[in-house]
């Protein structure tokens, strides 16, 4: 009997080299771009200086998967905002985070 797992495990999320241009690209061209522009720079920048001491690409990996994020969400959320949904009840996740301490 193999001590083997029967499944390959999952490779760790790796962007392509020309992920940051392209998504830069994408957001200046979106028209949120005098918002999302800005910060994403600032994130980006803040993990490069992290990468630069800590040796490490997780941070740098991380902003380009949030921000990939966002864009891919951005017509549901759109979608939710013109269809005169309801988001009264909304509760900050910070807020329950505070709770819980």
Same mark, same amino acid.
């Given at each position: 009997?193999?001590?083997?797992?029967?499944?390959?495990?999952?490779?760790?999320?790796?962007?392509a #080299?020309?992920?940051?241009? @392209?998504?830069?690209a994408? /957001?200046?061209?979106? +028209? =949120?771009?005098?918002?999302?522009? #800005?910060a994403?720079?600032? @994130?980006?920048?803040?993990a /490069?200086e992290?990468? +630069? =001491?800590?040796?490490?690409?997780?941070?740098?990996?991380?902003?380009?998967q949030?921000?990939?994020?966002?864009?891919?969400?951005a017509p549901?959320?759109d979608?939710f905002?013109?269809?005169?949904?309801?988001d009264?009840?909304?509760?900050d996740?910070?807020?329950?985070?505070?709770?819980?301490?």
């Amino acid at each position: 009997m193999s001590a083997q797992p029967d499944h390959a495990p999952l490779p760790p999320y790796a962007p392509a #080299p020309g992920a940051p241009a @392209e998504l830069l690209a994408q /957001l200046r061209a979106d +028209r =949120r771009a005098a918002q999302w522009v #800005p910060a994403f720079e600032r @994130e980006w920048a803040s993990a /490069l200086e992290e990468s +630069r =001491r800590t040796f490490s690409l997780a941070g740098l990996y991380e902003v380009i998967q949030d921000w990939q994020g966002r864009l891919a969400s951005a017509p549901a959320v759109d979608a939710f905002i013109d269809g005169g949904c309801d988001d009264s009840d909304f509760i900050d996740m910070a807020d329950l985070r505070r709770r819980r301490r």
